[in-house]
T-cell receptor, first 111, second 114 residues
């Protein structure tokens, strides 16, 4: 059974780098990992997507080790406005295609 | 312009009633989704349509029936509502499948069943 696991919550201070890890078993070679950000009373918003090594865009980086059993979302120099819930999403392309969100990580950025 | 819109934003109804939630996207995307987010904030896929064709149908009670009149719309009809159906329902769309495409989510519909 496909499953993704994230820490429930994390605290950080403004200006620090934050790394949030998602563990995912049974992920296939070409299965993508996607991260979303959700603010209260809003729909999730796309942050970044990748399936191997490292991907970087203007707001975040995504690191995927060779064994692909986990992935890490890295937010450089967080600000108070980055306080939100962060979800990883994996679409497992095994025998039964499954689209699975992690349980979400509440990131709180403190001044 | 709102990319993905849902109506209504709030829906309060009694057990046993039938209700519908509408979703429209103006992005020209081929794929649309319905998700349920429960009180613990878990997000779970319910359905996915590609060009009006059902491609993902998770284990959802058959009281829930999606309908896609065209590829810009995916409505969700719920029969015989139960207390456990109370949740926030999100519609989303993507140009490609969720596995390799960015999904755009609507603002959500908060359903409360009393």
């Amino acid at each position: 059974l496909a499953k993704t696991t994230q820490p429930i919550s994390m605290d950080s201070y403004e200006g620090q780098e934050v790394n949030i890890t998602c563990s995912h078993n049974n992920i296939a070679t070409n299965d993508y990992i996607t991260w979303y950000q959700q603010f209260p009373s809003q729909g999730p918003r796309f942050i970044i997507q990748g399936y191997k090594t490292k991907v970087t865009n203007e707001v975040a980086s995504l690191f995927i080790p060779a064994d692909r059993k986990s992935s890490t979302l890295s937010l450089p120099r967080v600000s108070l406005s980055d306080t939100a819930v962060y979800y990883c999403l994996v679409v497992f392309s095994g025998s039964a295609r499954q689209l699975t969100f992690g349980s979400g990580t509440q990131l709180t950025v403190l001044p | 312009d709102t990319a993905v819109s849902q109506t209504p934003k709030y829906l309060v109804t009694q057990m046993g009633n039938d209700k519908s939630i509408k979703c429209e996207q103006n992005l020209g995307h081929d794929t649309m989704y319905w998700y349920k987010q429960d009180s613990k904030k878990f997000l779970k896929i319910m359905f996915s349509y590609n060009n009006k064709e059902l491609i993902i149908n998770e284990t959802v009670p058959n009281r829930f029936s999606p309908k896609s009149p065209d590829k810009a719309h995916l409505n969700l009809h719920i029969n015989s509502l139960e207390l456990g159906d109370s949740a926030v329902y999100f519609c989303a769309s993507s140009q490609r499948g969720a596995e390799n495409g960015e999904q755009y989510f609507g603002p959500g519909t908060r359903l409360t069943v009393t």
